[in-house]
């Protein structure tokens, strides 16, 4: 009797003073409200893939971040509260590794106290940073991390500070396969997806899931593949009507290049990875014909709206070539963190966070984008129509 | 039947390309008992050189390639100077080591270089698909083959009919004996890889022509089975790395061609596994007993 109260006491004094501690906690991060915005900069770190498997589409975005960058602030800056402030980038490279990613999201809010993270491009860096970046209350917007999960915790709510500037997969997935299905009037359909990115197994089984017709054959295909031939033969022999191949133009392409060669000829669909010029010419001009892709960002679409008409020409001006998909992601989500700091007329970093999660109708060079409940971007998707290595159509699906 | 045949085409020029790698990494094993993971990185250097000299200099395709087979041997013998041959006398997990370092060396300054984009590879041959009974080959893939078997032949003439492959085998069994036999043991160590390093450059512009991509990181998967290719072959024998290559092609394309294209590395290096386990020194290669 006397030893349970003892233990009784005890286990009150053991709650009272956790408790303790952590009111203590809680007070001491009321306090640090997430990083504040301090001299004449808003800070915006970039966690950006610029080596390793995924290098090639880093760049590309780190050319979107830096061209809207010394867009506003030739400009005078962002506008923070009546005060013009300047973007001061921090970039810095996480190789395409997670670990990496997590140290990178690190260094950035605590070392360097960024205001907002744009990156990773992919689903698994960015996952491996969203700890770190929750923990300092910074937001991170991926331009291109589309794993459905992405922006949510394991039990379904919502990631406070995880944003994203695409689509998820299983709306781009269900796309292709509403497309095929409805437009092309193709029943037997192979997938081909790229099984060494959550991009490319994501989008196939949303597919699948999603395909009222048949999935007569699923094959994968690893990143930096280049052979084809065995798959694309193998294909053949089943007599289907398209296929539907998530994945990065560089592989793409050369999957469109080797079916061609082989004589097939169906239609070959793809996502919003294919929409790069080199696409076509790794493929070549005369194999890329009767191919379609998911876009946000249809070349002409685009041509009816301003931003992206100016964002094409300022991107071709500086950089000499067709601006990729990645791009104008990239540079969306610098414009979409001007927006949200200019609405909450803040630049403290949770102030940033609630600007991203209210963003409505943003006029973006992908569209118009609205960040909905899960920190999914909602936007227009439109499929784009390759002949001869020229964009000759696109179609708007709803 | 027809797909049989298409199959078998496939394997075959892949395995052209995985053949023209292994010979490299099989001479340099024979010779100072080192696996250069560098190879596949030179690899990358020939389709980059092809890349610039087409577009830049517009190299007609045939100067390209011997072109791409002289600077590629040229760095051979440089990074052998630089890396290798301050260790000839360390331990051999050493040279290892700087292997791979050479190797991720070699593919970041390329990708900090000139970016880690794909680029596309200038179409100097224009390709032309011929059709008989149904399987379809191009003039690309008879190129590739074509190549790679007279380089392989090639090669073996110069091992066995030149006094400087007698002095490389010589070399390879017994290097002290054969220094004091007179052979130049540096001169003959430079020439391997030169040689192997030019078959790598080959190779390069081979591929680069035959998927029309290139990239700084390309050398590392097709480096990485042309060195099982070499172990399956009998790592030293160049027979065996040739053989091997042509194995390992059929394989993957075997693997694909049943629906499993997902396993299709994996059952590559499973047949490293079981190579090693059961027939250690490969289908060519002569099982020496180490005196101790």
Redesign the interface.
Known sequence: MKKSTIKRITGFAAIAMSAAIFAGCTTAKTTTQGNDQTGNTVKIGVNMELSGAAGGYGNQMKQGIQMATKEINSKGGVNVNGKKKKIKLIIKDDKTSTSTSASVAAQLVNNDKVNAIIGTATTNAGTAAIPNETKAKVPALSPSATDPNFTLQKDGKVQPYVFRACYQNNFQGGTGAKFIYNNLKAKRVAVLGDNSTDYGTGLAKAFKQQFKGKVVDTQYFSGGDKDFNAILTAFKNKKIDAIYAPGYYSEIGLIIKQARQIGLNVPIVGSDGMADAKLVQIAGAKNASNIYYTTPFSKTVAKQNPVAVKFMNAYKARYHTEAPTFSALAYDSTYMIKQAIENEKSANSVKITKGLANIKDFNGVTGKITIDSKHDATKPIAVEHLNNGKVVGSTQIK | MT?LF??LI??L??GSIYALLALGYTMVYGIIKLINFAHGDIYMLGAFWGYYTINYWHFNFIFALLSAMVVCAASGVIIEYFAYRPLRHAPRITALITAIGVSYFLE?GM??LY????R?FP?VIK?V?YSLWGV?V?NIQILILATACLLMILLQLIIKKTKMGRAMRAVSVDPDAAELVGININQTISFTFALGSSMAGAAGVL?GLY???I?P??G??PGIKAFVAAVVGGIGSVPGASLGGFLIGLL???V????L??YK?AAVYLVLIIILLVLPSGIFGKNVKEKV
Do not use: C, F, H, K
């Not at chain 2, 970016?115 to 794909?118: E, I, N, P, Q, R």
């Open positions: 797909t298409q199959q496939n394997g020029s892949l970041n990708s900090y970016g880690a984009d794909t596309d179409q390709q698909n379809r191009s591929i998927y029309n991509s990239d990181l390309m590392m998967t993957e394309t075997a694909q061609s049943v629906g294209s997902a590395d």
